[in-house]
């Protein structure tokens, strides 16, 4: 039996003011009339997961990055047997991917590569990732290096005594060409070690179905789990020095953290002060590098530049720990229950397979903490310095009268950029009053403005054209968690869950009750209260803060091995990722029931006696305990 389709790209309405859309963005991430036949015989699913709102023209740079690189490794540096790339587009502002399978008949060739590719780098691990951290601070550092001021009215009198020969003008256009390249570079270094790190996982998952056909999924997961994962430092951070500032009486100071330089400043009169404040200013480089968002957009609030983000956070936690509350992540909990997993379905096994399931497990919990690590020094870290210079960049053009608000330079595209900086340095050379730009560009901009605002008003269709009988492809799977039965459901053909509610994936155990608090914007994260159930499109690895609020997660997208699946494991809370459409049906003060175990979320139409803020929470082992399950098979 065929599934049903999502709409075709040309079947979905363009928000009224967004006509012409496509023009704002580079002819190669749009859909081509001239190739409508073969696009819209392919699945595309929205990632929402990464790019959760729509792309200003400059912030594509991201997605065409990621995904270029994602692609390569696949493709062209470990020859995986079964896995090309992904094909992308850019439609009415949000991305849409579609995996390339390889031909049938091409992946036995592949495998002996693949097998030699992939055996070099899990033997020389350790080496190699000491090499990838050194050529990442590297690529990291000459970003921040890169400056770009202002012309002055001549060139100085040494140019013209050293026989120099140049303006200045071209290290404003090799810097720019630099700060390009080199976040080019540091996403290539970024799927160095990812994809093997899911690799790894796979191996190991496809071991443990194959020789525990009922072993759910999150078991398999939470028996390579990392706890002291470097993604979670700069929460960790965040949490020393709060537990600093309770132990030296400093909570009144906390009391309007909004107000970062006031609050850093009465810090610095206490007793103490200049203790905490040294712990404060070592915790910063690098753990502030971190955003409330995820990297990819320039809006992205960095701790930072917003330092009474971490400020607001720590003085959450302080009220916590006066509380009584228990603030550290449970990882002896989670470290007993990791090896408890292990324990017993190691048990089950014979002499052999006991040895190959050691082997394969033992790879995958080092290959692991990579998938989550590497965020920390891509997205967040490189991305950071960035989104940093770039806005540098555009305040020097915005003052030189490009555009009419300083950040507007996130309204081109970024070769436009390239010519607007030519255009700049023509026009201060040879003298002329002013460049072109200013006249061109804020009519432009404003014209661009008002399509990107239009765009939002719309949420992105799920998926395009009609999914195939079978999702294989294996990242596609186990990162965004789109599967054969994910699709189905968010076509309205899944098993129906009780109360109208939603099933997605089971990505972290448990069952919770709750009052539903929906974010769709990292803006929205003070709103969130204690014992809360947290909706969104997706969340990001940088709300760590949040997840010691939260009862549970319920996201619209995501799969087993995404960030939220991930993170939430590690805090122990229940987690249901891959909804399709959790955000947009349920609605904040609604009452939920979540059970990551099964993976589903009931809409329920009361509270418990108790009062609104009662909600209970049961990490029970159902599920976990082998129980003899699959013995047969071993």
Known sequence: MSMKSFPKPSELAVPAGAEGWEKIYPYYLVFQDKLKDEEDAKFWFCDSQHWPTVFKPFETIGGEFAVKCLGQYNARHLMIPNANGIEFRVHLGYLYMSPIPVPEDQIAERVPHFEERVGHYFANWAEKLEQWQVKVRGTIDEMESLTFAKLPDMVPLDDITSGKAMDGSEVLLENYDRLIQLAYQNWQYHFEFLNLGYIAYLDFFNFCKAVFPNIPDQSIARMVQGVDMELFRPDDELKGLAKLAVELGMQDAFANPDEAGATLAAIATLEGGERWLKQY??????????????????????????????????????????????????????????????????????????????????????????VENHNFYIEHWTMGVFWRKIRELSRMMHAEGFWTEPDDLLYLGRNEVRDALFDLVTGWGVGAQAPIGPTYWPEVIEERRNIVTALKTARPAPALNTPPESITEPFTRMLWGITTEQVEQWLGGGEAVEGGGLRGMAASPGTVEGRARVIHDSDQLSEVQPG???????????????????????????????????????????????????????????????????????????????????????????????????????
Not at 538 to 557: H, M, N, Q
Not at 563 to 582: D, K, M, W
Request: glycine content about 12%; hydrophobic content about 35%.
């Open 532 to 634: 809360e159930i947290l909706v969104a499109t997706v969340t990001a690895p940088s709300w760590g803060p949040i997840f010691g609020k939260i009862a549970a997660a319920v996201t619209d997208i995501g799969g087993m091995m995404s960030h939220a699946a991930i993170v939430c494991r590690e805090y122990a809370l229940p987690a249901v990722t891959g909804t399709g459409s959790g955000s947009t049906t349920i609605t904040t003060g609604q009452w939920l029931r979540v059970n990551g175990t099964t993976g589903t979320v009931e809409i329920l139409d009361h509270e418990p006696v108790s009062g609104p803020g009662a909600h209970s929470h049961s990490h029970g082992h159902s599920g976990d305990v082998p129980a003899g399950a699959g013995a047969s098979h071993v």
């Open 281 to 370: 200013e070592d915790a910063k480089d690098p753990w502030f590098n971190f955003t409330v968002g995820n990297g990819f957009y320039g809006h992205d609030k960095y701790w930072y530049e917003h330092q009474e983000i971490p400020l607001g956070y720590i003085a959450d936690y302080i009220r916590r720990l006066d509380d009584g509350q228990e603030i550290m992540r449970p990882k002896e909990a989670l470290i007993a229950e990791k090896e408890r997993i292990v324990g017993e379905y190691r048990d089950l096994l014979d002499g052999e397979n006991q040895s190959v399931f050691d082997a394969k497990r033992e790879l995958a919990a080092t290959a692991y903490p990579y």
